[in-house]
């Protein structure tokens, strides 16, 4: 069995500490105390994701939503600051918990918490969540780039060093197994909106799944889907199974209907358009431009990367490939959940 490699650590950095075994930037543990006692609200709407699985483009479209397609209200401001983040710490800047505190409701905020360390309080508040998760695959490119270009986190090493860093859980936030896993049983508790980042990506196609088995059987087209629709259903034999468009529009609309907002298909289509991964990779108040090179160098890997569904194939070799499918199996073992790895 391989060993995990050490991060190799920055010059000038204050470091990555622990929480119940879970690596979190040294600032976040030191301000524990208070991300632990902080108050959430019943009108408070919680963006969460595992880093790397799309948290800024669904900030971007609650955001988008919340202000009626108006893109000149989301230029407000940068969309790191347009909703605290709970759990940042940066002294001697205010902490995400300072920021929520000051914020007027109804607030959006976001985490990336695991369920076990979420501040108490949001589940006693009965407020809302949405949980974004992407597959494991491209999860880990995404933080493996992420890890490369930014100042302020340890040398992720080598792509096969980083590789098994991530699958034993020893990147900031945790497991990536764990903290999906984790939201995802708990989905019917609480009101949570669970969402994918591959459906939020696919565009215009009709994908039949089986929820008894939890698979994504095949992609379909629209005509097909139509068409067919009592065929398919007789041939599959499964009450549970049945036709489910999913493409950015659909999934905007779910989030729309979440957050108790009824707009117009001419405003969904306008923020189909303004959350496309072009646009935002253009949109300086969403791209991170404006983030300090010393930070976040976009010159080693931009912040907007490739924003696709895939891009693992690139990265893993088969022999990775293989082991990582494995992994996932033990780790995943009685989970209903189902990832598209692929469009
Ligand atoms: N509008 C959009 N559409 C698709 N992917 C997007 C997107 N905005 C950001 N992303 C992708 O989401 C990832 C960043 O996630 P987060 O915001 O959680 O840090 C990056 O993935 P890649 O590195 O695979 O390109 C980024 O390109
Ligand atoms: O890995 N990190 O340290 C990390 C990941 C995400 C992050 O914030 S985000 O706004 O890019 O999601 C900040 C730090």
Same mark, same amino acid.
């Given at each position: ?12 950095? %204050?470091?990555?500490? +622990?929480?119940? @075994?879970?690596? #979190? ?34 900030? +971007? ?7 009626? @397609?108006?893109? +000149? ?39 990336? #918490? ?38 302020? #986190? ?59 088995? @939890? ?52 405003? #969904? ?8 991964? +072009? ?26 990367? %490739? ?14 490939? =293989?082991?990582?499918? =494995? ?14 790895? =692929?469009?």
């Amino acid at each position: 069995m391989a060993q995990t490699p050490e991060l190799s650590k920055p010059t000038k950095w %204050k470091g990555i500490a +622990e929480i119940a @075994g879970i690596s #979190l930037m040294a600032d976040t543990v030191d301000n524990w105390s208070q991300i632990q006692t902080f108050k959430a609200k019943p009108d408070d709407l919680l963006i969460c994701t595992y880093p790397k699985s799309g948290t800024t483009w669904i900030q +971007e479209i609650v955001d988008m939503i919340e202000h009626n @397609g108006d893109v +000149e209200k989301c230029q407000r401001a940068l969309i790191q600051h347009r909703h605290p983040f709970i759990e940042w710490a940066r002294p001697p800047q205010p902490s995400g918990v300072d920021k929520a505190n000051e914020m007027p409701a109804p607030r959006t905020l976001k985490t990336h #918490l695991p369920t076990q360390l979420l501040p108490p309080s949001f589940w006693t508040s009965n407020c809302k969540f949405i949980y974004v998760a992407r597959n494991a695959k491209d999860c880990m490119v995404s933080y493996y780039h992420f890890y490369r270009m930014s100042q302020v #986190l340890p040398d992720p090493g080598t792509w096969d060093e980083f590789f098994e860093i991530f699958i034993n859980g020893k990147v900031n936030w945790g497991s990536w197994f764990d903290h999906v896993r984790g939201w995802w049983e708990i989905r019917d508790r609480q009101q949570i909106l669970f969402l994918f980042y591959e459906d939020m990506k696919r565009v215009s196609k009709l994908l039949l799944r089986d929820h008894w088995q @939890g698979s994504c059987l095949r992609n379909v087209s629209d005509r097909d889907v139509w068409k067919n629709r009592v065929n398919v259903k007789t041939r599959f034999h499964s009450p549970q199974c049945y036709l489910h468009p999913q493409d950015p529009k659909h999934e905007i609309q779910k989030v729309m209907q979440f957050m108790g907002k009824n707009l117009d298909e001419t405003v #969904l289509d306008k923020i189909v358009q303004e959350t496309s991964f +072009e646009k935002m990779k253009e949109n300086p108040m969403t791209n991170r431009s404006t983030v300090p090179k010393s930070i976040l160098d976009q010159s080693i890997s931009p912040f907007m990367r %490739k924003g696709t569904v895939g891009d693992w194939k690139n990265h893993f070799t088969v022999a990775q490939n =293989e082991r990582f499918d =494995e992994i996932y199996k033990q780790k995943m073992e009685g989970t209903s959940i189902n990832f598209c790895m =692929e469009l």
